[in-house]
């Protein structure tokens, strides 16, 4: 996804997205991440409403409207 976005990102950007997923997966968030994309994968699927701050509980909210 990183390479496809950025096809001509510098070697800073590369190793601030190595040390933000270095601190991600330090601090075990790896899973919490990986549901939440998934999460919101599904809703645009779905032309379900989503908006990223406060991730589930927006989520939940905009799905049973």
Known sequence: GFQQ???DASAEKI?????ELG???TMGFDTYFLIV???IDYAR???IC?????SLIVL???WRR
């Open 5 to 7: 976005r950025y096809p």
């Open 37 to 39: 994309w998934d999460l």
């Open 15 to 19: 190793e601030r997205l190595n040390y």
């Open 60 to 62: 939940r909210r905009s």
């Open 50 to 54: 989503i908006c990223t701050c406060n």
């Open 23 to 25: 601190v991600i997966h």
């Open 45 to 47: 699927r779905r032309d």
